[in-house]
T-cell receptor, first 114, second 114 residues
C-alpha cells in the first residue's frame, strides 16, 4: 500500500512570513494525484491544493503553492504571507488514478504567531 | 458546493451500546468513506463503499460495520461500543475512481464512550 509521511508534527510561523510543510510518499505507480488538505479548529477538512503527477508544473492557489519533486517523491506546501486564519492541521494525501482510496499523512499542526 | 452531512457532531455513549453514525452526501458520488482521526495517527480508514450495498474493509475495521442501502447515505455502526472507540469520526465522499477525484469531508462526529 502507498504510504504518506509528514515528518513535522508541529510548525509555527510568524504572521506575514512564509512557511513550508513537508510531505514524502512512497508508490510504484506513475500516474497519481497529490493533495493538501486543511483542517481548522472547527474540524471541517477542506482542499487546499491538488497536483497531478503527470504535470511538471507546480500547482498554485493564491498564497499556497507546492514544490512537487516526482523523482524524490516529495510534495511540500509553501504558504506565503501567512495569516492567522492559516492556523490549522494540514494533511498531505495521495490518490491513485486507478483506485478508489486516498492515503493520508499524520498531519502537521501549524501555528501562526501574531 | 458538495455537501457531506454527518448527523451528529457530539455523542456520548455507554460501553456496550450500539452506536449509529449517519452520513449523507448530496453530489451523487459513488464512493463514500469512514475514517477515524486520532492525535498523532492521522486519518485511518475504517470502511469504504464504491456502490450501493458494496463495502470494503479499510485499515481498522474491527469493531465496526457499515451499511449503504442508498447511494447518498453511508452509516457506520459500532456493534458494542468500547472506550477505545472514543474518537473523531469523519465521513467523506468522492466521485468514481480515477482522474484524481477530490475527496470531500463532513464536519466530523466526536464520539465519547464512557
Amino acid at each position: 500500500a502507498q504510504t504518506v509521511t509528514q515528518s513535522q508534527p508541529e510548525m509555527s510561523v510568524q504572521e506575514a512570513e512564509t512557511v513550508t510543510l513537508s510531505c514524502t510518499y512512497d508508490t510504484s505507480e506513475s500516474d497519481y494525484y497529490l493533495f493538501w488538505y486543511k483542517q481548522p479548529p472547527s474540524r471541517q477538512m477542506i482542499l487546499v491544493i491538488r497536483q497531478e503527477a503527470y504535470k511538471q508544473q507546480n500547482a498554485t492557489e493564491n498564497r499556497f503553492s507546492v514544490n512537487f519533486q516526482k523523482a524524490a517523491k516529495s510534495f511540500s506546501l509553501k504558504i506565503s504571507d501567512s495569516q492567522l486564519g492559516d492556523a490549522a492541521m494540514y494533511f498531505c494525501a495521495y490518490s491513485s488514478n486507478t483506485g478508489n482510496q486516498f492515503y493520508f499523512g499524520t498531519g502537521t499542526s501549524l501555528t501562526v504567531i501574531p | 458546493d458538495v455537501k457531506v452531512t454527518q448527523s451528529s457532531r457530539y455523542l456520548v455513549k455507554r460501553t456496550g451500546e450500539k452506536v449509529f453514525l449517519e452520513c449523507v452526501q448530496d453530489m451523487d458520488h459513488e464512493n463514500m468513506f469512514w475514517y477515524r482521526q486520532d492525535p498523532g495517527l492521522g486519518l485511518r480508514l475504517i470502511y469504504f463503499s464504491y456502490d450501493v450495498k458494496m463495502k470494503e474493509k479499510g485499515d481498522i475495521p474491527e469493531g465496526y460495520s457499515v451499511s449503504r442501502e442508498k447511494k447518498e447515505r453511508f452509516s457506520l455502526i459500532l456493534e458494542s461500543a468500547s472506550t477505545n472507540q472514543t474518537s473523531m469520526y469523519l465521513c467523506a465522499s468522492s466521485p468514481y475512481r480515477g482522474q484524481g477525484n477530490t475527496i470531500y469531508f463532513g464536519e466530523g462526529s466526536w464520539l465519547t464512550v464512557v
